[in-house]
């Protein structure tokens, strides 16, 4: 095994924990760099398997940066790795790059704000109808982005499970009380809408650059895990309208990474949710 690990050389994903909250499981993920400088393997891409994994010949392993290894598991490992690589073309395309890290975090990030606007602006592609303002959870959004080579597995990996895109009409008083609950200490990813927030409570709010108003109704872009019960939430509660699509988010954020080509994949905060420094309440 630890043979296996000095080989791959990549970055790996693990689960770190399922922490059990008041409202559920809250699960965390931790990338880990392992170091191959015994081998020289970085992580490959469909074109570049030979230059990146090595190569096996005769049961005998030779490295990207020219060691031999005749015996032991590494020659079997490395066949191993090699022989699935036929199947993982597909996912191992180069769709983009990044100049700088996407990264997704509470209460605001590059990452989880470029989600949150490609899924509100999916519902209107999806149905031909304009949301207010969307909301996808920090959990949902699985992996990051370093600088380099973005491949179609990145994305998949990022949104792994089958959650649809949804639009839902709320009356003001339902989508206050989301915004009050993500005031109260925790966020989820928002688009379309600006929090500020003072001592844990709203201090304004505004939806499509307009102020709020409780007595609207407003139309949310989502995905179908939030709508009862997922991570705590349940954004269709007294839904005046419910329409989840056949549109899959992690079909969506792909098509939006790609988009960028040939320029790289980046995106900037906005301060849409910022909170009020005690220093300056007073």
Not at 20 to 37: L, N, Q, R, S
Not at 104 to 111: A, I, K, Q, V, Y
Request: net charge negative; hydrophobic share 45%; with cysteine.
């Amino acid at each position: 095994m630890k043979k296996l690990f000095i080989l791959i050389s990549v970055l790996a994903v693990a689960a770190g924990c399922a922490n059990e909250t008041e409202e559920g499981y809250e699960f965390t993920w931790k990338k880990h760099v392992i170091d191959g400088h015994m081998t020289g393997v970085t992580a490959a891409n469909a074109d570049n398997v030979a230059e990146a994994f090595g190569t096996v010949e005769n049961g005998v392993y030779t490295a990207p940066n020219g060691n031999v290894f005749k015996c032991g598991s590494t020659p079997a490992a490395a066949y191993d790795m090699l022989a699935v690589q036929p199947q993982m073309a597909d996912l191992k395309q180069v769709i983009g790059f990044c100049e700088e890290p996407m990264e997704s975090h509470r209460p605001e990030s590059n990452l989880s704000d470029w989600a949150a606007d490609m899924l509100l602006a999916s519902v209107e592609e999806a149905i031909g109808r304009k949301a207010d303002f969307s909301v996808i959870n920090f959990g949902g959004i699985r992996t990051s982005l370093g600088v380099g080579e973005v491949l179609k597995d990145d994305l998949v990996s990022m949104f792994p499970f089958k959650n649809y895109v949804s639009y839902v009409r709320l009356s003001g008083k339902d989508v206050k009380v989301i915004f009050e609950r993500f005031a109260a200490g925790r966020p989820e990813a928002f688009g379309g809408a600006r929090l500020v927030v003072e001592d844990g409570k709203i201090s304004s709010l505004e939806i499509g650059g307009k102020p709020f108003d409780e007595n609207k109704e407003y139309a949310l872009a989502t995905i179908d895990f939030l709508l009862d019960g997922g991570d705590g939430h349940n954004l269709a509660k007294n839904a005046k309208e419910l329409i989840i699509t056949d549109v899959k988010v992690g079909d969506v954020m792909l098509a939006k990474a790609k988009a960028f080509a040939p320029s790289p994949i980046a995106y900037a905060t906005d301060r849409r949710y910022f909170v009020i420094p005690k220093e300056y309440a007073e």
